[in-house]
T-cell receptor, first 118, second 111 residues
Framework: DAGVIQSPRHEVTEMGQEVTLRCKPISGHNSLFWYRQTMMRGLELLIYFNNNVPIDDSGMPEDRFSAKMPNASFSTLKIQPSEPRDSAVYFC????????????????FGPGTRLTVL | LAKTTQPISMDSYEGQEVNITCSHNNIATNDYITWYQQFPSQGPRFIIQGYKTKVTNEVASLFIPADRKSSTLSLPRVSLSDTAVYYCLVGAYSGNTPLVFGKGTRLSVIA
């Protein structure tokens, strides 16, 4: 398996532009997480999906952020309009969750997208 | 979710054993203790998990006392490539209530 795939790996944009980050989770994983990491705030959970359904988006900083998961193999995180303070590394992670109870604390992270907003 | 406390940073020389302790006083009965490792410019990677006593794998050992209010990640004979941030997380993810990453412990291995 190729692991979690994220694109682009680097994005440089100007303030006010729309940014779309993409993620392909590991096949068969039914939970997907979007994180943001900065030196100041560390690793923050923005939103997570279970079986393509958003479960908790309380970590999304503002209405400028939105995330979708149209199917089990694809998710997007969109920022519109982008601002310099959005500059960070954005990680996508996926995890298999047992369908009949049980737990799984192991998440598989992608390589991240380094976003710079000028 | 149980709050965790771990040192902000640690230094070690190559070849030494490194022990990173994490406090989690309000751990719940169903919670597991999970450790992740993050190398520079990479996403975090799961390295070990345990519920009680001792767990060992090819990367590390995890020691958990009977009261489970703390845990210690042990890295035997570290090398320069073990320089990373190590996160201690406590919880039990089954589709809701994901684990929370704190600031972690930044381990620097010196030659």
């Amino acid at each position: 398996d190729a692991g979690v795939i994220q694109s682009p790996r680097h994005e440089v944009t100007e303030m006010g532009q729309e940014v779309t980050l993409r993620c392909k989770p590991i096949s068969g994983h039914n939970s997907l997480f979007w994180y943001r990491q900065t030196m100041m705030r560390g690793l923050e959970l923005l939103i997570y999906f279970n079986n393509n359904v958003p479960i908790d988006d309380s970590g999304m900083p503002e209405d400028r952020f939105s995330a979708k998961m149209p199917n089990a193999s694809f998710s997007t995180l969109k920022i519109q309009p982008s601002e310099p303070r959005d500059s960070a590394v954005y990680f996508c992670a996926s995890s298999p969750v047992p369908t009949s109870g049980g737990l799984n604390n192991e998440q598989f992270f992608g390589p991240g997208t380094r976003l710079t907003v000028l | 979710l149980a709050k965790t406390t771990q040192p902000i940073s640690m230094d070690s020389y190559e070849g030494q054993e490194v022990n990173i302790t994490c406090s989690h006083n309000n751990i719940a009965t169903n919670d597991y203790i999970t450790w992740y490792q993050q190398f520079p410019s990479q996403g975090p990677r799961f390295i070990i998990q345990g519920y009680k006593t001792k767990v060992t794998n090819e990367v590390a050992s995890l020691f958990i006392p009977a009261d489970r209010k703390s845990s210690t990640l042990s890295l035997p004979r570290v090398s320069l490539s073990d320089t990373a941030v190590y996160y201690c997380l406590v919880g039990a993810y089954s589709g809701n209530t994901p684990l929370v990453f704190g600031k972690g412990t930044r381990l620097s291995v010196i030659a």
